[in-house]
């Protein structure tokens, strides 16, 4: 598995969609989309040379089960996805997607139980939110073997400066002010 690193950004909108395939970064997620645009926008992605991470669980009309991650897998072709279910990391990584399993850090009790499930369905990614929090990351980062991102609430340089010091490999951002940073 490659290790992408610096800023991913994050497209919540169309105009941004547009921005990202312009942008030097080879990996760009999609946040939110509808079932019927998405493989429209992530063969324009393939087309542009950019891999694509989905964030399952904000796609309108996909099922978050075994067989929505095998209809995305085949029919829509991402190159990784983005979500918060247990079950859909486990399915995603039988289809050989790359798998990124977000937590909210909620409270010491959210910390603790999103560990526990990190443990057990071994995602290929872990992403922390909020990501402005660079103890939690740097928490996370040095009690798990796999890779931490931060995202969430990242807005200014100095927030990505922070995350990335306190062991996240990347950070997730839909501020396009900062697609440009290192």
Do not use: C
């Not at 009790?109 to 740097?138: C, H, M, N, T, W």
Request: aromatic share 6%; glycine share 6%.
């Amino acid at each position: 598995m490659q290790l992408f690193t610096g800023v991913l950004p994050a497209v919540r909108r169309m105009k941004d969609f547009e921005k990202a395939l312009t942008s030097h970064h080879e990996y760009i997620i999609i946040l939110e989309s509808r079932l019927v645009q998405l493989k429209s926008m992530i063969d324009y992605s393939h087309r542009a040379n950019k891999k694509v991470l989905v964030h399952f669980d904000l796609i309108q009309g996909l099922k978050a089960d075994e067989y929505g991650v095998e209809f995305l897998y085949r029919e829509m072709k991402p190159d990784g996805i983005l979500t918060t279910r247990g079950n859909v990391i486990a399915a995603a990584k039988k289809h050989q997607l790359l798998a990124i399993q977000r937590v909210f850090v909620l409270d010491s009790a959210a910390l603790e139980q999103s560990v526990k499930l990190i443990q057990r369905f071994e995602p290929d990614y872990v992403e922390i939110l909020p990501g402005l929090l660079p103890e939690v990351v740097k928490e996370i980062a040095d009690g798990i073997e796999i890779p931490v991102i931060a995202g969430g609430l990242i807005k200014e340089v100095d927030d990505v400066t922070k995350a990335l010091d306190a062991g996240a490999v990347a950070v997730s951002t839909s501020s396009r002010k900062l697609w440009n940073k290192e």
